[in-house]
């Protein structure tokens, strides 16, 4: 890094810098790094002056001839403390000294004692305590935010100590801040992950504590630059005084702040914060007081990764509560769509979104903010061709560039696809962070400064990382979803099961039915016929019988006839439910003929005029097709009997894909208002002394003809005769072939 | 003569059975009708043991078997005698209660010599039976009997 001017700062730039090896110090304390023997293998420039030694020591024993230091820095070294801290006096003043290993040797930094007695650890011990007690008690994480920076502006005496918490794309967000009013305050404002680069974030997680207290200072090179050990730049990672990015320098002096210090607060091993502190002018922190901040961010990160921990627990059972509770709606509602749509609180509650919407079958329902229909018809179709169970983002633009449109309402999509076979989804709708944020300052205020780098600049930087972006949806949010997409799953798969169900229970009591229906009309018959036989044996045993008794008994015998063949006629009509159709093609004008011929000899002595025409083949079962040819002659020949001479037409055409036939006379007709009636069982529309019949015959026609997924209809005037059409599907095409 | 064997009537329902005996009666035939009530009777006549050990030698000239039978039903005294080379020969004629029956009686493809669907009709039952009747019992001659069976 050369030639910086403010003009040549930029973000990237930053992000390239070797921030571990800065080749010097900071000059506020001097550094040496010894070997096994405690020699002196390379050293910052500033050593012997900053120690008020003559010369460059060439080892341990040169720095403090004849004391302790050596001997017990040899010893730590041969130990496996990770940290050597001491006061080490040389020359009347008691040095703070802290050394910790390296690939290049032990890096040893001197640094100058506490100004007072105040400032030493002994002293802070109390204060840390109490902290301790007060950030136990505290219950929010802003809460302890708030006691961390007062304390520590307390400890350090910046002008200003601010606590960022970072976002899991990075963006800082100020969630405390402790003032003296010297500096302005940043409470609220956001920074972009571009303000500290992934390489100083890292540096952050393994180094907890960084002090600059002179953003003006000129560096104090390490001699020689390169390492006897392995010829390579020292590594400063660990140091206390590793010099910083002059970018970051920079940085500092565009802010306004000439001092800084920062300690890192983990949670989980990552970064999740930083309290900084800032001075308008140079301030040192001394090394206890450093170690007493170390400490108390160590307790702050502690207590915040409970809190975290609690809050992730919380969040959880508030979700699951939330769950249950939109389910327990859903259970008693006809279908999951219109539970959903009745309940939009909890709907959106769910996941804590702003909109959603539920496609099911084409059909679009919203909810609270969201795009427009078709922009979610639009969205539904690029869901299909991802085919994703979950899909959660916080940028759907980022992913599908025309979501940019829909952008301010929904910027964050969270979907679940609730159906194997149809592009069904859940969706839930965030709106663009941007109108989500509050500030407390003016962040739009234009910038005067002539710096490059400034927090304004940086909202503006920050405004444009989260353009298009939402609140990112977090883990338990999206594993809710996930989760709800399983209960809707089962939910609907249970409403299939209970239907097959009830078929099933249908079609089994529909059996019972037909076999209860079978066995009585079947044991029916036997009295029947032992009436019918007793009563005609004693017909012909009493020769002698008067003719009223004779009418009595064949009464009794026409009575029981008729009964019988009501029974006889039910078990056909109940057989045709059980029995299979056996369906190819039927010649129906020999169909006609046999009928005509079978039923002439009941019409012995009348006059009837047959009237047979060319009759189409029918594609059906032969046997049953008879039954309904001989029903419907059987009708037109019964309903003609008045007529000195009956006319019977049967007649047929094709007509496309079907075949149809008709039977008509010129019988006595019906009244067209009762031919609803006319196709039910014992429905019968004259009376029995007029026409007999057990009012089955057309039903069971009908049925046939049903079974064929064929119509039957009939049509008629009273005293104008009637005719009865049924029409029957052809084969299919293949049987068509080598026409 | 032929003519005078036996004709066995298998009915369990005693009203069937007396207007089946009463039309049979009417018929005139010469034959003596066997009444047995169910199929383990039935089977008794035939092979000559329990209860009728003592019966005069000789096959019926017909089996008049009601199809539903206490014990052992028609079918399976139906299976019995088809599957014995001595009593495969005797005709049987099946009467049933409804045109399901018979369906179910052809679907055992047992060799059913002849059907009646008992009707309600008095008058048509007993032409149904005249006729089996007089066909079988009078008109056909015992087929000869295959293998040396004689020997009892």
Redesign the interface.
């Known amino acids: 890094m050369n030639a910086l001017t403010p003009q040549g700062l930029n973000l990237d730039a930053c992000a390239a810098e070797p921030i571990r090896i800065p080749g010097g110090v900071q000059p506020h304390g001097a550094l040496a790094v010894i070997g096994d023997r405690g020699e002196i293998l390379q050293a910052s420039t500033n050593l012997s002056a900053f120690l008020g030694l003559p010369a460059r020591p060439s080892s341990l024993a040169a720095i403090d001839p004849g004391g302790d230091l050596a001997g017990e820095l040899l010893a730590w070294l041969a130990g496996d403390e990770a940290i050597f801290l001491r006061t080490v006096g040389l020359a009347g003043v008691a040095w703070q000294v802290s050394a910790h290993r390296g690939a290049q040797g032990a890096i040893v930094e001197f640094e100058a004692p506490p100004a007072s007695e105040g400032e030493t650890l002994e002293a802070l011990y109390p204060r840390l305590r109490r902290f301790v007690t007060a950030t136990e008690d505290a219950r929010e994480v802003r809460a302890i935010a708030q006691a961390a920076v007062r304390e520590v502006r307390a400890l350090t005496g910046f002008n200003r100590v601010m606590l960022y918490s970072f976002d899991p794309e990075g963006v800082g967000t100020v969630v405390a801040e402790d003032g003296d009013g010297v500096l302005p305050s940043y409470l609220d404002l956001r920074f972009p992950a571009s303000d500290i680069p992934a390489q100083a974030r890292e540096l952050y997680r393994l180094n907890r504590l960084r002090l600059i207290p002179d953003a003006n200072y000129t560096p104090s090179p390490i001699e020689p630059a390169l390492s006897p050990i392995d010829g390579r730049p020292l590594d400063l990672s660990d140091a206390a005084l590793r010099s910083v990015s002059p970018i970051h320098l920079q940085y500092m002096r565009n802010m306004g702040t000439l001092s800084s210090m920062s300690i890192s607060i983990l949670v989980d091993g990552a970064l999740w914060g930083l309290i900084s502190g800032h001075s308008a002018q140079p301030h040192l922190v001394n090394p206890q007081v450093r170690t007493a901040c170390d400490f108390l961010g160590q307790i702050v990160s502690l207590q915040i990764a409970a809190r975290v921990r609690a809050q992730l627990a919380a969040d959880h059972v508030a979700a699951k509560r939330t769950e249950t509770a939109l389910l327990s709606r859903l259970a008693p509602a006809q279908d999951f769509q219109t539970g959903l749509v009745q309940n939009p609180d909890l709907w959106l509650d769910l996941v804590h979104a702003q909109g959603a919407a539920l496609v099911v079958a084409g059909v679009v329902s919203v909810v609270g903010q969201t795009p427009t229909v078709p922009e979610i018809e639009l969205l539904t179709g690029w869901l299909k061709a991802r085919s994703e169970t979950v899909l959660a983002t916080d940028s759907l633009a980022s992913l599908w560039p025309p979501a940019e449109v829909f952008a301010p309402d929904a910027s964050g999509v969270l979907a679940i696809s609730i159906s194997q076979l149809h592009p069904d989804y859940i969706l839930w709708f965030r709106p663009e962070v941007v109108r989500t944020v509050t500030w407390s300052g003016d962040p739009t205020k234009p910038v005067t400064e002539t710096g490059v780098l400034h927090p304004r600049k940086s909202f503006e930087a920050w405004k444009e990382q989260v353009r298009l972006r939402s609140l990112p949806w977090t883990e338990i949010e999206t594993e809710t979803a996930g989760e709800f997409r399983s209960a809707i799953q089962n939910f609907v798969l249970r409403r299939a099961e209970e239907r097959a169900e009830l078929t099933a229970e249908l079609e089994r009591s529909n059996k019972e039915l037909e076999a209860f229906s079978?066995s009585i009309s079947?044991d029916l018959?036997?009295p029947?016929?032992?009436i019918?036989?007793?009563?005609?044996?004693l017909k012909t045993k009493e020769a002698a019988l008067d003719d009223k008794s004779r009418h009595y008994i064949q009464t009794i015998v026409d009575a029981?006839?008729t009964a019988?063949?009501l029974?006889?006629d039910l078990?056909a009509f109940s057989?045709l439910g059980r029995s299979q159709v056996t369906r190819a093609p039927v010649d129906m004008r020999k169909l006609a003929d046999e009928t005509r011929r079978a039923l002439e000899t009941a019409t012995e002595g009348r006059s009837v005029r047959w009237e047979i025409g060319d009759l189409p083949a029918a594609f059906g079962d032969a046997g049953l097709l008879r039954q309904v040819m001989m029903n419907l002659v059987d009708n037109a020949l019964k309903y003609t009997r008045p007529r000195e001479e009956a006319v019977i037409t049967i007649a047929g055409e094709d007509r496309g894909d079907m075949t149809a036939y008709w039977v008509r006379d010129n019988g006595v007709g019906f009244d067209m208002a009762y031919v609803g009636k006319l196709f039910g069982v014992f429905q019968r529309l004259h009376r029995i002394e007029d026409f007999e019949g057990t009012g089955i015959g057309l039903a069971l026609s009908k049925r046939i003809i049903d079974r064929h997924h064929g119509t039957i209809e009939a049509y008629g005037k009273l005293g104008q005769g009637a005719t009865l059409l049924f029409t029957l599907p052809k084969a299919p095409s293949k049987d068509d072939e080598g026409h | 003569m032929a003519d005078l064997r036996p004709i066995l009537l298998v009915e369990d329902n005693p009203r069937d059975l007396e207007l089946t005996l009463a039309a049979l009666a009417k018929c005139q035939l010469a034959n003596e009708i066997i009444t047995t009530r169910d199929g383990a009777e039935a089977l008794d006549y035939v092979y000559a043991r329990g209860d009728h050990a003592g019966r005069p030698a000789g096959d019926p000239a017909v089996i008049l078997l009601d199809l539903k039978l206490p014990k052992i039903d028609g079918l399976e005294v139906l299976e019995k005698l088809k599957g014995d080379s001595n009593f495969r020969q005797i005709p049987v004629v099946m009467l049933t209660s409804s045109r399901e029956e018979r369906d179910l009686v052809q679907s055992y493809e047992q060799g059913v010599n002849a059907f009646v669907v008992k009707p309600v009709d008095f008058n048509a039952f007993f032409e149904a039976i005249e006729s089996l009747g007089m066909f079988w019992a009078i008109l056909n001659e015992p087929p000869p009997r295959s293998g040396p069976a004689d020997g009892r």
């Open positions: 079978y079947h018959r036997a029947f016929r032992h019918v036989g007793y009563a005609e044996l029981a006839l019988g063949r029974v006889d078990l057989q």
